[in-house]
């Protein structure tokens, strides 16, 4: 993770001078190795994620010359003195910890007690939070003991993309979306999170998670809060989070008594994809058993009991070995009261806006338009009005969600980052959802490397006449 992101961020912030010029990042691992060391095992892996307009030789002596490295063992306290010494309790100091939550206790029991954190100090924890609400509440009640809450930064780096920032702008800083964002206007919400990747040598992470706590409990959860919440009174952590929270808070369970018509999990068998032969879960080279019932794909038909949004079903799907990598949200409106266009061609198309947060980041609006001919007077097409954010932008390329991330915590903002009040709720409406499963729905639906999942995830939508955007 520090190789593939946190390095690359921190480069990218400094080749734009956004880091504080006295900036010192201490590089803490077990290896005992020296400072050029490890700085020569790294450059590889840090050059494959920074942009090739942005490296330069000299750049990366520049951003290296920030670095000190330290030998500790997370497990005890010996080593945390040293880093002590180093830390002014004048300036302050963030920790990033990439380290399973098993670790993140004792990391911070060291750091109090060799005197690291007296001062300004932050902490940014990567997922996961737990592994359901029970282990969440005791990590939280852990960090708790020696960070305040806003001292703490729960990183989720879909909340760091360009496009999940802009969709903020989008609904409250425009009348003419905002105003058609509810039940009277919306017919249903689409988010799909679909990767072509399996396992890749993490079958002993994965396995014991599942696609839901891995990507429906933070990355959809979270999109979702943000697409269905209501206006903040200020652009503040606090006001973010307390809107989020009525949306998790709101969100109709899934349970015994309908966890079967809303809800689908599957699990990939061999396939093709993209030319390519590839294995089903359980012939992975480092698969151990072959009964395993974690799912690698989830459907959810999900329904947030508000006023807002009242009746609007919001279908959620991802997965792995699915055919490209794609996320995004699509909002489809309803159709006009009246069709006075009936038989021009493209009345039957509805209106959708769709926000693609990747492979390529942007906004685009699907709208029926005349068809420029003079033998066909009324003739209808759809068009789509695409707002590229590359190419309409001068950048030249799309800041990382780390880069943001990284920047706000310099910044003490907590305002892209996840509360603990949001992610227990989080929790505790998919500990629901996972009880449902094994009570009522323990039997998992095969699908073929290469498709778009389980064929039932496909009738969760098409029952109630729709179709995925994809």
């Known amino acids: 993770m520090s190789a593939r992101k946190l390095f690359p961020a921190l480069y990218h912030l ?17 290896e005992d190795i020296s400072l050029e060391k490890f700085l020569e095992d790294i450059k590889s892996r840090v050059r494959k994620y920074v942009d090739d307009s942005r490296w330069s030789e000299e750049q990366w002596a520049t951003y290296t010359s920030r670095f000190v490295y330290h030998r500790i063992d997370f497990s005890t306290a010996e080593g945390f003195a040293d880093l002590s010494e180093l830390l002014a309790p004048d300036r302050p100091a963030l920790f990033y910890l990439a380290t399973p939550p098993s670790l993140f206790g004792p990391i911070c029991e060291h750091l109090g007690a060799t005197g690291c954190l007296v001062g300004d100090r932050r902490l940014l924890l990567e997922k996961p939070i737990g592994h359901d609400l029970e282990s969440c509440r005791a990590v939280n009640d852990t960090v708790g003991g020696f960070f305040a809450e806003d001292s703490i930064y729960r990183v989720d780096h879909y909340l760091g993309k360009e496009t999940v920032q802009n969709l903020l702008v989008m609904r409250f800083g425009n009348r003419f979306i905002n105003t058609q964002w509810d039940q009277g206007c919306v017919d249903h919400v689409q988010m799909t999170v679909a990767e072509p990747i399996g396992i890749e040598g993490r079958w002993s992470y994965y396995d014991g998670v599942g696609q839901l706590r891995d990507m429906v409990q933070n990355h959809l959860m979270q999109l979702l809060c943000l697409v269905a919440m209501e206006p903040p009174n200020s652009m503040t952590a606090e006001g973010i989070r307390d809107e989020k929270v009525k949306i998790v808070r709101a969100l109709r369970p899934i349970d015994e008594t309908n966890v079967r018509d809303h809800a689908v999990r599957g699990q990939y068998a061999a396939g093709w ?24 794909c989830v459907a959810l038909k999900a329904f947030v009991d508000n006023w807002r949004w009242a009746g609007v079903p919001f279908y959620l799907r991802t997965g792995k070995r699915m055919p490209e990598k794609l996320t995004e949200i699509v909002i489809t409106y309803k159709a006009l009261p009246h069709n006075i266009f009936a038989g021009a061609g493209s009345e039957d198309v509805p ?9 390529n980041e942007g906004i685009e609006m699907q709208m029926v338009s005349k ?43 907590q305002s892209l980052f996840v509360g603990r009040e949001e992610i227990e709720e989080s929790w505790r409406w998919c500990d629901a959802l996972i009880d449902a499963w094994q009570k009522r729905a323990p039997t998992l639906q095969p699908y073929q490397a290469g498709s778009w999942g389980p064929t039932k995830g496909e009738l969760l939508i098409e029952k109630d006449g729709r179709s995925w955007h994809v």
Not at 19 to 29: E, G, M, N, T, Y
Not at 374 to 391: E, P, Q, S, Y
């Open 14 to 30: 400094d080749n734009c001078e956004l880091l504080p010029k006295d900036v010192r990042i201490h590089a803490l691992a077990r």
């Open 371 to 413: 068809q420029h001919s003079l033998r066909n007077k009324m003739g209808l097409v759809t068009k789509n009005l695409n707002l590229d954010f590359l190419d309409s932008s001068e950048l030249d390329r799309i800041p990382d969600a780390y880069e943001r991330l990284f920047l706000d915590a310099i910044n003490a903002d």
């Open 273 to 296: 994809l993209r030319g390519e032969s590839v294995p089903g879960y359980l012939e992975e080279e480092d698969c151990p058993a072959q009964d395993s019932q974690t799912e690698t």
């Open 351 to 359: 209106n959708r806006l769709v926000i693609r947060l990747q492979p």
